[in-house]
T-cell receptor, first 113, second 111 residues
């Protein structure tokens, strides 16, 4: 089954404790992206990657890191989480050609205390 | 000004009626537009995409694009309670896949 998976689905952590949210897709998509969704602010892009070893900042990259060492994986790293990073996070992937449908993962609900 | 704007709603429609959702965008370089449906706590799922001016129909859904007016709309015919969700409009430019989302319109279909 073609899908984007994220882990963990739910996470409660404390300020400053490094964490990683994993994202994996099995569709051989070149393009992957991370979004956060907050009430009243909608979906905002954090980072994206056009292919292996190619990443770039989205609209709200501060406080986040990513890496793309393999085509299928695109982990999101919070080196020192803060309460303002409490949010619902989505990973998405698509083929590289412009205008293609982005497939979203199930989401990760993160709470930083 | 946000790049993609939507009325947050809620848009309340009786069952069987037509729901009309609107979206405006500010970047004339935007080429492709997508409508996603998102149930509460779930991930967005694609309903329709449109690239060309005019109408595009798929089942009970019709997307309309007017690039001169920078306006995209989605019509849902014969609305059902299962259509109650938040509908996200998104646009992307000719180069690259960066999707810019509007804030979403919440739709409530009442039996």
């Amino acid at each position: 089954e073609a899908q984007v998976t994220q882990n963990p689905r739910y996470l409660i952590t404390v300020t400053g404790k490094k964490l990683t949210v994993t994202c994996s897709q099995n569709m051989n998509h070149e393009y992957m992206s991370w979004y956060r969704q907050d009430p009243g602010l909608g979906l905002r892009q954090i980072y994206y990657s056009m292919n292996v070893e190619v990443t770039d900042k989205g609209d709200v990259p501060e406080g986040y890191k990513v890496s793309r060492k393999e085509k299928r994986n695109f982990p999101l790293i919070l080196e020192s989480p803060s309460p303002n990073q409490t949010s619902l996070y989505f990973c998405a992937s698509s083929l590289a050609r412009s205008g293609n449908e982005q497939f979203f993962g199930p989401g990760t609900r993160l709470t930083v205390l | 000004q946000k790049e993609v704007e939507q009325n947050s709603g809620p848009l309340s429609v009786p069952e069987g009626a037509i729901a009309s959702l609107n979206c405006t965008y500010s970047d004339r370089g935007s080429q492709s537009f997508f409508w996603y449906r998102q149930y509460s706590g779930k991930s967005p799922e694609l309903i329709m995409f449109i690239y060309s001016n005019g109408d595009k129909e798929d089942g009970r859904f019709t997307a309309q694009l007017n690039k001169a007016s920078q306006y995209v709309s989605l019509l849902i015919r014969d609305s059902q309670p299962s259509d109650s969700a938040t509908y996200l409009c998104a646009g992307t430019k000719a180069a690259g896949n960066k999707l810019t989302f509007g804030g979403g319109t919440r739709v409530l279909v009442k039996p």
